[in-house]
């Protein structure tokens, strides 16, 4: 039966990925097998046969063999793919968390439908098209089921509200709700920015070009580029994002596969920062379009890259529909950056150990030391201005290293992370104290100054926590407590204000932001790393 399998997965990939007018005399042999199989199948087998179920097992199967990223998107899913790409979904506009078996809303979305009717952070949805959802079991899929649905439809939200009696309606007219790819943007100081993008999707140089634009007049010449845990997206955000930092003519990256020529994309003349430093911040979850991004910058030596090499993932990837409404995503080509480096790192036919690749960088030291990672010489390449050695062979290496930062971690916080712990706390805190805390911080710039996370807070915190049966040991406390307190007060701001904010507070702790803001606001060094060899 397995042999089946896999002899079915060949001869189904054969079908599906070749025009039929394409053929070779090989080829029509192989349908022509296929066919002979299915029949044989259908009219022998000793079972009854799930024709559709198995087609879609050997489609799976066969796109494992190819390499770990092309893959068969099923028609139920392949709505979501669309949309987290599409930077847009249809439905209500809140932002929700389920607390108590009971659907709170956690924001209404700036300028969307829910909004626009009332709906407040901090309002029950308890029934939806007058069918009850509280107390019931429901679920983050239900959820998404019953409030989203095409623009232009209306549902009927029952709403309880603290201190209101009953529960009223308000009838909600879905439109399109953007997807942001943009989790923060703010100035650190007077003329440097701060611009976090947490994927490249169809809105994200609109995202960025507004951003900057306001932090442009408040005087931005200078820039951190955050792309950590960045996964990717569109080829081309990332390489309009690049165009905004390289004058005219300027190779960005190149495209190469078997059947795919050669694609060679330049930047244009009308980039909105050519000059001022650039700093990219990129880790082990920077993959895909960041890569291009950091890459371009770093064979140019148009900025700094800092933190930790980048995932690796540097295959070009084109979505084909399938007739059932399902789809695959084949890869086509490889990416190469401007020196002529291969952004993909190595991959075999074992696909379990290609993906236990950070899990290894960890283990042998990597997420420590620059010095546990060795590149042959064959790897070596010079950028292209300043002849300083990168290195090939996958990802992208920072230009400086940061480890990660254990001097925080303790089982306490580890666990209350796992879990979620802080950030139910803070919106059960809010739910709880929101007049309190909105009318004693009327702004964020208030509330950074004079909130803190006191001993109450932190003791509330703990009772919390011990109730899912996580109890800090001696001496956690004194360990993470700093962390605690950040990460409580970050959560407080993106309830209370905006998510910009959160990044502001929590960017505290984190050690590649705190190399990424002393190297650009030390112009020494800033060119002692770019000019060295």
Known sequence: ???????????????ILFPMASHSQFLSEEILKLMRVLNLVENNYVDTVNKYKITEAAVVGMLKELDPHSFYITKEELQKVNEDMS?????????????????????????????????LAGDRIVTVDSENIAGVGINNDKVFKLLRGPKGTKVDLGIKRKGVQGVETYTVIRDKIPINSLDAAYMINENTAYVKLNRFSATTMKEYREAMSKLTKQGAKHLILDLTNNGGGFLDMSTQLVDEYLDKDKLIVYTEGEKSPKEVMNSTSRGSMETGKIVVMVDEGSAS???????????????????????????VQKQYPLNDGSAIRLTVARYHTPTGRVIQRPYGKNDKEYHKDLSKRYQRGEMFSADSI????????STLRLKRTVYGGGGIMPDMFVA???????????????RGIQSQFVLNYIDRNREEL?????????????????????KELIEHAEKSN???KDGDIEISGR?????????????????DHFYQIINEIDPIYNAAVEIITNDNLYNQILNKK
């Open 1 to 15: 039966m397995r042999y089946f399998f896999k002899t079915l997965a060949l001869i189904i990939s054969l079908l």
């Open 87 to 119: 930077g847009a979904f249809e439905g209500v506009g809140v932002q929700f968390n389920i607390m108590d078996d009971t659907l709170m809303v956690v924001s209404a979305i700036t300028g969307g439908p829910s909004e626009k009717v009332g709906i």
């Open 289 to 315: 379009a960041s890569e291009i991004v950091s890459g371009a910058i770093q064979d140019w030596d148009r900025g700094v890259i800092v933190g930790r090499r980048t995932f690796g993932k540097g295959l």
């Open 374 to 381: 060795n590149f042959p010489d064959s790897l070596k390449y």
């Open 404 to 418: 990660i930062d254990t001097s925080y971690s303790s089982d306490f916080l580890k666990a209350m992370n796992r």
């Open 438 to 458: 909105t009318n004693k911080y009327s702004d964020f710039s208030h509330f950074l100054t004079d909130f803190k996370v006191d001993e109450n807070i932190m």
């Open 470 to 472: 996580i109890k800090p």
């Open 483 to 499: 962390a605690i307190e950040l990460q409580l007060k970050a959560l407080f701001a993106r309830n209370l204000f905006e998510q």
